[in-house]
């Protein structure tokens, strides 16, 4: 016979205890349908998607690619020189891509 050891463990006379009259009586808590939480708090933090974004202004500092990086031609992601896997007709393809 299969055993769930994920169930609990109970005595053949702990079984017998166990009536739904009594389970009733031993349950204490009780779902409130009230929620503690402000809607309109929760809903700042989510962006729908299509929201209308063109009053935001984003401040991004970009790089220049560096002497030791490379652009992988598959996957367009800037590299470290270690990562890369081969080179055909002067493009440099990185492991991930190869792998």
């Known amino acids: 016979?299969?055993?769930?050891?994920?169930?609990p463990r109970k005595a053949d006379d702990e079984l017998?205890?166990?009536?739904?009259?009594?389970l009733k009586t031993h349950r204490t808590d009780k779902q409130s349908a009230v929620?503690?939480?402000d809607e309109a708090d929760a809903a700042d933090g989510f962006e729908l998607p299509g929201a209308d974004l063109s009053g935001e202004e984003l401040l991004v500092r970009v790089l220049p690619a560096q002497a030791d990086e490379f652009t992988c031609a598959s996957?367009?992601?800037?590299r470290h020189r270690s990562q890369?896997?081969?080179?055909k007709n002067g493009l440099l393809y990185c492991?991930?891509?190869e792998g």
């Open 95 to 97: 492991k991930d891509c």
């Open 75 to 78: 996957c367009f992601l800037v």
């Open 1 to 7: 016979m299969a055993t769930d050891y994920d169930a």
């Open 16 to 22: 017998s205890e166990d009536s739904i009259e009594e």
């Open 84 to 87: 890369i896997a081969r080179e």
């Open 35 to 37: 929620v503690d939480e």
